[in-house]
């Protein structure tokens, strides 16, 4: 049970904390109530650009996995940094889905209070802000707009909201509705102090019908009405226009300090529907109202983890995280007007059945934001896969990459993983049959592919040699055939939980491939030609080429489900540690030739301080863990309360790479707890070292599972025993079945590694290798 009086203590310190610090400005005087909410700071990450990311976050004011955020603009419209955290004016509040700023945004519109002289075009009507007068919260955002002397605020609910302006005595009060470029309309209609529309903005993925239909309610009757047109043509006095790029200003009379209050929603589906969205989720509620929902429904995702904790920089990283956890994979269904489930399909145009959701990257989050899902929020993961399975009806294809619909991005078969590790998690509920179906139809189907990214490119190469060749004009080819590996893992499993033997034996098979790339001169994974020679010249620090955003170094260990296997490639187990402390050791030199120049992940990289080691992109981000197959588990303990307590903090720097979609995010919460998923599909988790003194999960299925760690210390990250319900614990793995029937581990932890704890072969967790 949590110490409520110890987190009402540390959410006042958290207050005092954030004020006199300029990196957060994040918690206000009522977040007692709301406890968890107060160690929340939505700017961790937002001090990122093109050339360095600390997370390449923005602040997503919205409600778990909401439809809709919303969030500040300090940049142009269609610049995928939307919030920079050094940016200095804001030129409105947007609606938002851009789940990365490489992947751009999509039907986003926004708002913006001006005052006296009408300033409407983006660059004009920019007004200073600063964060010493900014609040930001999950639930709620407040910004003084100081060339206009007014405050706005917006509280979301997940397809609508609520804006609070606050005016000067003005005779010459302005709200502007940008409705954006690529084609937009607005109709201003005074008499119900009303304003609708669209918008069709996009970055790809979306049908030709594709529409963002929006509603906003104001509560304060319109004195002056115009609108603009394409090249910010002012259209004074009127009500309506339709064109590349419109929007719609509305004016009145304000007396010092009055507030005006605008309630909006939208709908991928209809006006209709849209209207119908703002009626069930807001209503005649008071903006206050709305916000008290918001916080609540934070407040309960947030203390299904319960942590105790005497380090408020570490609670407030950890609940920051759990919040980017949260926030992905989008809702992108409705309810209709008789409470159906329904969609607009990215895929086909038409507006269909059941549940679908969106902006995801599979390349990033089947490692650790599925398996979370898994084990806190099956019923969620239940829809998602239903989801999963519409995509797949509509489009004949499952989605690696959507935003929201197809999207050509990254490398890989990651559906596989998601789908197969929710089934052997017990996860029902969904068409296992048509999604094994689908699975296979990427593993063996070359043509028809809608982009690049879906499928598998150069599978006819795989299926036939065993590996994507290097010299066939297929980029990042033995990265590909890694992941395929894994994946075919991944379908073998779920054929073999499904009593498919045969089917399960030739893909058993089929994932050993990753042997095929293994160079035994260098120990390094290494590009293969068509003819079966290995890549000339080869520099494992090479990124890129054949790999994906990393070398040789960081692709190598990408053998999820058979470490065992790796460590024979590589003579043992001595030799095996070896290439890791190698990884950690050597200085962080690179090649960046195939790129032409330092990309951001390299340079976060090579800031670090970690050697080769790139914990800001994923490829590398299940390396540290691996030390345990090979019996050291206590390096696996000191690296990962390393990465923990240095390359994140709860700042605007907070991060060291991408976030992308809550998988680095992902990795602290899992790691924090003590442990993480190494291997999706095999239901075990992989043993690291435990942040804090204790953790108490709220399962779905109304267990609760502890994980406590005596002795425990910034300088003690060493396990020396541990205990499994009071029994001796002595492995390096545990179930995900153990932690779902609920119970207690406990660890007791020191200054100095244990080097007999957790080192028999019994110890180490799974390999297909070990299995066989």
């Known amino acids: 049970m949590i110490n409520k009086t110890k987190l009402i203590l540390l959410a006042l310190t958290a207050l005092i904390y954030a004020c006199g610090e300029k990196s957060t400005n994040t918690f206000s005087k009522d977040d ?45 419209m269609g610049d995928g940094w939307t919030y920079g955290y050094d940016d200095k004016t804001i030129r409105g509040i947007k609606q938002t889905h851009q789940p990365s700023p490489w992947i751009n945004d999509y039907a ?103 529409h963002n239909y929006f509603v906003a309610q104001f509560d304060k009757p319109f004195e002056t009405t115009h609108t603009w047109g394409d090249n910010w043509s002012l259209l004074e006095n009127s009500t309506d226009n339709k064109g590349e790029h419109v929007g719609a200003i509305i004016g009145f009379k304000t007396k010092k300090g009055e507030q005006v209050t605008v309630k909006v929603a939208s709908s991928f589906i209809s006006q209709e529907q849209a209207e119908l969205n703002l009626d069930r989720e807001i209503g005649k509620d008071t903006f206050d109202e709305t916000k008290e929902k918001a916080a609540v429904a934070w407040e309960k995702e947030l203390s299904r983890i319960a ?141 028809g592919r809608p982009v690049n990214s879906v499928g598998r490119a150069g599978i006819d190469y795989y299926n036939e040699l065993g590996y994507v060749p290097y010299d066939v004009n297929i980029h990042e080819n033995a990265a590909r055939t890694l992941e395929y590996a894994y994946a075919d893992f991944t379908i073998a499993q779920m054929a073999k939980s499904m009593g498919k033997e045969d089917l399960a034996k030739k893909y058993y098979q089929k994932s050993l491939n990753y042997k095929n ?116 588990p206590w390096k696996t303990q000191e690296k990962i309360r390393e990465v923990l307590t240095k390359l994140y903090t709860p700042n605007p720097d907070g991060y060291c790479g991408d976030e992308d979609n809550g998988q680095t995010s992902a990795w602290y919460v899992f790691s924090a707890l003590g442990f993480y998923p190494v291997a999706p599909a095999t239901n075990q988790y992989v043993i690291g070292s435990p942040l804090f003194n204790e953790v108490t999960l709220q399962l779905q299925n109304g267990n609760t599972f502890t994980i406590s760690a005596s002795n425990n210390a910034m300088e003690h990250p060493y396990i020396q025993s541990a205990r499994l319900n009071g029994k001796p614990f002595d492995q390096t793995f545990i179930s995900t079945q153990v932690i779902q029937q609920g119970g207690n581990l406990e660890f007791n932890m020191g200054k100095e590694p244990n080097k007999n704890w957790a080192v028999s072969e019994a110890a180490k967790p799974y390999s297909l290798s070990n299995e066989k």
């Open 32 to 76: 007692s109530k709301t406890e968890l909410l107060a160690y929340v700071n939505p700017l961790m990450g937002t001090d990122s650009d093109f050339s360095l990311s600390n997370g390449n976050t923005y602040p997503a004011i919205a409600t778990p996995w909401g439809m809709n955020f919303w969030t500040p603009m300090t940049n142009k």
């Open 108 to 210: 986003a519109f926004s708002f913006m209070p001006v005052v006296g002289d009408l300033k409407y075009k983006e660059d004009e009507r920019a007004s200073y802000f600063s964060h010493k007068a900014e609040t930001v919260r999950p639930d709620y955002y407040s910004v003084y707009l100081a060339d206009y002397d007014v405050t706005a605020e917006v509280t979301p609910t997940s397809r609508a909201a609520q804006f609070r302006f606050t005016f000067p005595e003005t005779d010459s009060a302005y709200i502007l509705l940008d409705a954006f470029f690529k084609g937009s309309m607005v109709k201003i209609i005074p008499e119900e102090q009303k304003i609708v529309g669209y918008c069709r903005n996009n970055s790809g993925g979306v049908p030709e019908n594709f």
């Open 517 to 632: 790339l293994f160079d035994p001169e260098t120990n390094w994974m290494r590009g293969k030609n068509q003819d079966g020679t290995f890549q000339e010249p080869f520099n494992p620090l090479k990124w890129g080429d054949a790999f994906t955003e990393g070398n040789s170094l960081h692709y190598t260990w990408s053998v999820f489900h058979d470490v065992q296997g790796l460590i024979g490639l590589m003579g043992g187990e001595e030799g095996f540690v070896s290439k890791l402390d190698e990884v950690f050791n050597m200085p962080p030199k690179f090649d960046a030739s195939y790129y032409g120049f330092t990309i951001h992940e390299i340079r976060e990289m090579q800031i670090a301080n970690m050697g080769n080691y790139a914990h800001g992109n994923q490829p590398i981000q299940h390396m540290i863990y691996l030390y345990n197959y090979a019996k050291q």
């Open 307 to 447: 942590v105790t904790s005497n380090n408020l920089d570490q609670l407030r990283t950890f609940y920051s995280c759990l919040y980017r956890v949260l926030l992905f994979p989008r809702t992108f269904y409705e309810m209709d007007a008789q409470n159906n489930v329904v969609h607009y399909s990215p895929y086909n145009g038409k507006v269909e059945a059941g549940y679908m959701f969106t902006d995801n990257g599979f390349w990033d989050t089947f490692r650790a934001v599925f398996p979370f899902f898994n084990m806190m929020y099956p019923e969620l993961n239940t829809q998602i896969m239903e989801g999963l399975a519409n995509t797949y009806k509509e489009s004949g294809w499952l989605p690696e990459w959507a935003s929201p619909g197809h999207r050509d991005c990254m490398i890989g078969s990651n559906s596989a993983p998601i789908i197969a590790d929710a089934h052997l998690n017990g996860l029902s509920g969904f068409d296992k049959e048509i999604l094994l179906e689908a699975m296979l139809k990427n593993a063996t189907v070359s043509q």
